[in-house]
């Protein structure tokens, strides 16, 4: 059991993560700025848990403030680091937002958590990194090379990853575990807490679900000519709760002193990937409600297909994602209805 400080705590991957941490016998204090999340989120919390976790709303950009946070909780063993602005096409509009929100809060953090003796680190990367990995690293593991990012948002994460390693070799204490997730999808099973996209949703699920429940008229698959056996994008989704179950193992790693090297990096994936047009199947099949649909041009950016080989995570963290797909896609339904008011 440890005190673990969680940022961005009240957002999709966080709130789904301290429910696991609280779950384990962990104390969690949550910084948030609420930019992306709100407070009702910790009334989901409870409900799940029983418990309320203690929060703090703070910009992890404040020096002072963030200072103040680690002087009051003065047993805090670990940070998972999640607070970040993640929306790729507002990245490429405002990249001097992105750059100084997703930059300057880790190294805030990373010199907060020195000068009050915080030697763990969780870090949320992403699958982004890889951008299109050549057909001999399909499926994509760690050592696949990082390529240029396609938006500001996606070099935030890889400056983001040499930021650690830089203040690892400087600062022997430190240890880091980067974690590099692929397609996050689904909510708690409770339907207590999940995802709240802003605004016209980006991603692809949240606009499925929203199409159901009748908020969007139709979806738009971007593409169906792709070199893939459907011709729709490949992309390998992970089920919210196990990726947050993998940050309950990577701390619990970093506290038992177990780590093998001062910075780890593990894919977090299911190791299948999914065509847009399975997943749309998949979702109309278990739920039984129609999702009207037209295929359009493809996106600009667009990677065809990308999905992880986990073995790493498997074999070293202990960890697997093995949620059927049914249940995810149909935990992200419920999660719609609840949001909507639907029987
Ligand atoms: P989210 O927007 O739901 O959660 C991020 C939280 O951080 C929000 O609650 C927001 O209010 C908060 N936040 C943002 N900037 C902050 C700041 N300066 N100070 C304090 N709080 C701040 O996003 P998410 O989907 O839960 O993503 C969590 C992390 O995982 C992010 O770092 C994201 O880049 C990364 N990631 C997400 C995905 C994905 O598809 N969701 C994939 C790969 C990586
Ligand atoms: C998935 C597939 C779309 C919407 C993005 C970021 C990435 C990462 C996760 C954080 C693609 C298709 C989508 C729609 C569609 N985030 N699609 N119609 O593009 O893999 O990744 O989010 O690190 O950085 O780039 O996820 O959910 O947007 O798209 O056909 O309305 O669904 O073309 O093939 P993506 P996504």
């Known amino acids: 059991m440890a005190r673990i400080l969680v940022t961005g705590g009240t957002g999709y991957i966080g709130s789904h993560t301290v429910v696991e941490l609280m779950q384990h016998g962990h104390e969690v204090v949550i910084v948030d700025n609420l930019s992306n999340s709100n407070k009702e989120m910790l009334d989901g919390i409870a409900a799940v848990v029983g418990k309320r976790p203690d929060f703090e709303q703070v910009d992890c950009n404040d020096i002072s403030a963030m200072c103040d946070v680690m002087n009051h909780y003065t047993d805090i063993e ?26 300057m809060s880790l190294v805030t953090l990373l010199e907060q958590m020195k000068a009050h003796n915080v030697h763990n680190i969780v870090f949320s990367s992403s699958c982004t990194v890889y951008g299109q ?3 001999e690293h399909l499926p994509v593991d760690e050592k696949a090379p990082i390529q240029v990012a396609l938006s500001p948002y996606g070099n935030t994460k890889q400056i983001n990853e040499e930021i650690i390693r830089d203040e690892a070799y400087a600062n022997a204490a430190l240890h880091a575990t980067i974690l590099r997730y692929f397609n996050p999808i689904g909510a708690h099973p409770t339907a207590m807490i999940g995802e709240l996209p802003n605004g016209v949703p980006n991603n692809l699920l949240p606009f499925v679900t929203q199409t159901a429940a009748g908020v969007r008229r139709q979806l738009k698959v971007y593409g169906d000519d792709y070199n893939t056996p459907d011709g729709s994008c490949i992309r390998d989704y992970i089920y919210v709760v196990d990726l947050a179950k993998a940050h309950v193992k990577a701390v619990e790693r970093m506290l038992s002193g177990k780590t093998e090297e001062q910075v780890e990096v593990f894919n977090l994936g299911t190791g299948r990937g999914l065509s847009v047009l399975e997943i749309l199947r998949t979702f109309i099949q278990v739920t039984g409600v129609d999702v009207p649909y037209e295929i359009v041009g493809r996106r600009e950016g667009d990677i065809e297909q990308v999905w992880a080989k986990p073995d790493k995570a498997n074999n070293v963290l202990g960890w697997k994602a093995d949620t059927p797909i049914e249940d995810v896609l149909l935990s992200a339904w419920n999660w719609e209805k609840k949001l909507r008011g639907i029987e």
Request: proline share 7%.
């Open 78 to 103: 670990a940070v998972i680091h999640f607070a970040a602005s993640k929306a790729v096409g507002e990245s490429v509009e405002q990249p001097l937002m992105y750059y100084r929100n997703n930059l």
């Open 133 to 135: 990995p050549s057909s």
